[in-house]
């Protein structure tokens, strides 16, 4: 069982032993590709965590961009938030159906908005109903909690330094994408964009990050993956996917080692695969 740190990663045990705090609110980042066939918002209503808000990754997002669910601007983050109760002096915890897979996005997504008081819950809700731990279908009182930002742009890479960083090599761009979509042996889910993977990018399969049972791996065995995978963890990271979320799992592999100098690339493939004038490279490498 991982270390429990409320500015990474909690166990289910911790959750259960601090569920009554006052200053904790846990947030359902359910959010599933087009075919899990899975309507996140319905199952929240259905089942949730004691307490838990639904996140909408998809509506709290920036709706002036094309690109899928891209990273809101603070005011809306803070806006969204304070409406559902959540703000400055929580301690956070986030948790998706599947384990471990949106709940990174939202993790990465308050420290991108300088707020450093929030976790993942390892093994997400598939553990906690595991465990035979409470759960609840009703909706929780909210009260209006103010909120402050302070956007970390470090966190956060767009097209044009990703471009740079691959051509130039001082990073290490990690693709969460499973290895036949960065290879290009398979064509991409979303309608449009071109098969393969950003020049000198390697792949670290986001599942080869965690267990069978959804919980995140060892700081050790992280340490093994990111080797075999020939990443060279002296240099800085961008992470990247199919739209941003499961790169974030990566990020928080990351911060579970002690690596602090990692970034997520927000376009990801849904931006770089859309330009015909971006170099693409295809095959296992």
């Known amino acids: 069982m991982a270390a429990d740190d409320p500015t990474t990663l909690v166990s289910t045990d911790w959750l259960a032993q601090h569920l009554s705090d006052p200053d904790i609110r846990i947030l359902d980042a359910s959010w599933y590709l087009p075919d899990a066939e899975r309507d996140p918002k319905a199952e929240y209503e259905a089942a949730h965590i004691p307490g838990a808000r639904f996140f909408d990754i998809d509506e709290i997002s ?15 983050f803070m806006s969204r938030l304070r ?6 002096g929580h301690q956070v915890v986030v948790y998706d159906g599947m384990g471990l897979f949106s709940a990174a996005r939202v993790w990465w997504l308050f420290k991108l908005m300088g707020k450093t008081d929030v976790a993942v819950l ?14 609840e279908d009703l909706a929780p009182v909210i009260r209006d909690r103010h909120m402050t930002t ?5 966190l956060m890479k767009d097209v044009t330094q990703v471009a740079q960083a691959s051509k ?4 290490e761009i990690l693709d969460a994408r499973a290895p036949s979509r960065f290879a290009g042996a398979e064509p991409e889910p979303r309608a449009g964009l071109r098969a393969g993977h950003i020049p000198n990018s390697k792949n670290v399969h986001y599942r080869t990050l965690l267990n069978d049972d959804g919980t995140i791996k060892s700081p050790e065995a992280l340490r093994a993956v990111f080797r075999e995978a020939g990443v060279d963890l002296d240099k800085p990271v961008i992470t990247t996917c199919g739209s941003g979320v499961t790169a974030a799992i990566i990020n928080l592999a990351l911060a579970r080692i002690g690596h602090v ?25």
């Not at 409406?83 to 400055?88: C, L, T």
């Not at 302070?150 to 470090?154: A, E, G, K, L, M």
């Open 150 to 154: 302070s956007r970390q742009n470090h």
């Open 62 to 76: 920036d709706n002036r961009s094309d690109l899928p669910h891209m990273a809101p601007p603070p005011e809306k």
């Open 83 to 88: 409406a559902m109760g959540v703000g400055d």
């Open 122 to 135: 390892d093994g997400g809700f598939a553990k906690w109903q595991a465990e035979g731990r409470p759960e």
């Open 168 to 171: 130039i090599g001082d990073h």
């Open 261 to 285: 100098n990692h970034a997520l690339y927000d376009g990801s493939w849904s931006e770089w695969g859309m330009y015909n004038d971006l170099r693409v490279a295809t095959g296992e490498k």
